[in-house]
């Protein structure tokens, strides 16, 4: 997520992500845990609707 550590690069790639998800059942995506990406991530969380894909740790995927 944070090949480019800014929150709207962040954002961008969930929103990706999270397409991806809805299209294949899962996804995984992976950042560091810089200032950047910890709010792209609140931020995104925050605006997701009910349907969206929920957060979920990489174990999780492991379970399926």
Do not use: F, M, Y
């Amino acid at each position: 997520l944070d090949d480019t550590a800014s929150r709207a690069a962040v954002t961008e790639r969930l929103a990706v992500t999270a397409e991806t998800a809805i299209q294949h059942g899962s996804a995984l995506a992976v950042a560091h845990a810089s200032p950047a990406v910890i709010v792209g991530i609140a931020d995104w969380a925050r605006r997701q609707t009910q349907q969206a894909p929920a957060l979920a740790p990489a174990s999780a995927l492991l379970k399926q």
